[in-house]
């Protein structure tokens, strides 16, 4: 059963994760840099997050996405913030959905922390060669 969650887990997971631009922010990348340190981590967000909660019904990838990226801008967490805009761009968001839903959430957590995940959000652009014009 676990070798079976965990595979389930790891194909939802690649359904977000870009592997041709190793200079972007993955899980499987960040599951790597915790192998020495807490090499269970790895199979949690693979078994846990990605196998139980992201394989659930009712939501499709790009609106679970985006749902996690205003979760991240709202708490100020801008390296997972990194890490999801670019799961949300491989999941099929466009540039201006990121940020137009960033934008929406001035009201709800303040100028700061938008203003943090929008330059987040320009830093992923440019890794992932995003136009400008795509974001207007």
Request: charge should be negative; hydrophobic fraction near 35%.
């Amino acid at each position: 059963m676990s070798e079976q969650r965990y595979q389930h887990g790891l194909d939802k997971l690649m359904e977000y994760t870009l592997t041709d631009n190793k200079n972007i922010s993955t899980h499987l990348k960040i599951s790597d840099d915790l192998q020495d340190i807490a090499p269970d981590v790895a199979k949690y967000i693979i078994e846990f997050a990605y196998g139980d909660i992201y394989s659930r019904s009712g939501l499709s990838n790009e609106r679970r996405a985006l749902v996690t990226i205003s979760s991240l801008v709202t708490q100020g967490t801008e390296p997972q913030l990194e890490l999801h805009l670019n799961t949300g761009l491989t999941a099929g968001l466009s540039p201006k959905e990121i940020v137009e839903s960033i934008i929406q959430l001035i009201p709800y957590t303040g100028f700061p922390r938008v203003l943090n995940a929008l330059n987040v959000a320009k830093k992923v652009f440019a890794q992932r060669d995003v136009k400008k014009e795509s974001v207007q």
